[in-house]
């Protein structure tokens, strides 16, 4: 039998699990507790339907072992109006059901009667209690003295940590964690909100979402990403690009310059390589020592990025190069000319590494963290590693754009939770070539508007 038939009408109308044929009773061993027994009645609300909320929690639900019945459901009419289903889960045990409350947790299934959330003081720096609360990049609530609280700074892989008397929760990392700190531990008195989807039919990030394809309509979709750019931008919004090298041996390096002149990016992350080829281009014309100008190798040209990281470890920092005219074009002469903040964060592969690269990993993690509130739109280009770094520390109502001519790239970082990204499998140079053309077109029609 299907999902789809255990939806059966009642007298009331209202839809209800058939009795027979049930994976929880096929499933139930003797000596394990009457099932009956163990139920809670939950609720979900918002775009539950369009958005599968409301097929995964059931989906969930069965593979796990468990039982429902819709005792409520009221759909939305119209694209905007909300739905509600109030279902009673049940488990062959009271673990069972708590494993599976926590499960359906996760995609937005509250109790009908919540309780407040348990807390534990940690032991130790550093060190969660056992039971900790592991979030999502979800926007999620915690309740204390009867009330729901907004967590904050949303992030995947974390722990909340409240504050009673001021009556806060925040995201915390495992690094940055103190003795003392109270931590929210178990599934009690959480909520989690499913992101609501886009309606707009034109929408990229509605119609395309985490798909991943190098047969998209690439120009459709590079114009919705530079739309949402426009509008980030107009709105005085953040945007941030994550960078890797290929940005430079490309030949990509002038697109980004511009983006960057024109105020269509606030923030800038990447690694030691991004800004030793781009300086390297600055200083001598080669990116990894082939020449940019006829694609050919140069003589000792393997030698130039360390002799640019050199040059600029001498001045002190890129802003201090900047300063003596040792980098007078590119990336990051453009980031410093424009007060374009940075973070690069260092791998053990680094040559050099120049002097602004954190090598420090939990400390570029910090970093990051204090540069991400805000923003509102991330394009990510040609970089695995710090996509999914990145992806790993932005809430899910971040749009994110992914582009590499990898697919795995994007799928990586959709495997890793990074749910809301967009994929564009191509080329770095077209797209970033048709990107800053579209968005001058739309800078162009908004001046003509006005």
Known sequence: MTQDERLQPNAAGAPQQAEADTPSAASSAPGEADEHHCEEDVELSGHIIDSLVLPKVLDTILTLGGDFEFLDVRIGRTPTEPSYAKLRVRGRSRDHLQWILAQIGAHGAVPVAPTDCRLQPCERDGVFPDEFYATTNLHTDVRLGGEWIHV????????????????????????????????????????????????????????????????????????????????????????????????????????????????????????????????????????????????????????????????????????????????????????????????????????????DVITDVVEAQRAMRSLIDGVTFCLMIATTLHSIAVGNLLPAETKVVCVDINPATVTKLTDRGSIQTIGLVTDVEPFLNVLVQTLESLRREAATAS
Do not use: W
């Open 152 to 355: 904050q700074r949303q992030e995947m892989d974390c722990a909340i940590r409240v504050d009673p008397e001021a009556r806060t929760a925040v995201c915390v990392p495992m690094s940055d964690v103190k003795r003392g700190d109270l931590i929210v531990v178990g599934h009690d008195g959480i909520r989690v909100r499913p992101q609501r989807p886009s309606h707009r039919a034109e929408d990229a990030f509605h119609f395309m979402q985490s798909a991943v394809s190098s047969e998209k309509p690439k120009r459709v979709l590079v114009r919705e990403i530079a739309g949402a750019m426009h509008r980030a931008r107009s709105g005085h919004e953040k945007i941030l690009v994550v960078g890797g090298p290929a940005i430079v041996h490309t030949g990509s390096r002038d697109h980004l310059c511009r983006l960057i002149r024109e105020g269509y990016v606030q923030v800038l992350f990447a690694g030691n390589a991004l800004a030793a080829h781009d300086i390297e281009q600055s200083m001598f014309g080669t990116s990894l020592g082939i020449s940019l100008e006829h694609g050919g190798p140069i003589e000792e040209g393997h030698e130039h990025h360390l002799r640019a990281i050199n040059r600029v470890r001498r001045a002190g920092s890129i802003a201090a190069a900047v300063e003596q005219g040792l980098i007078r074009d590119g990336i990051f002469y453009e980031c410093i000319r424009h007060d374009v903040p940075f973070v690069l964060a260092g791998s053990i592969r680094d040559d050099g590494p120049l002097p």
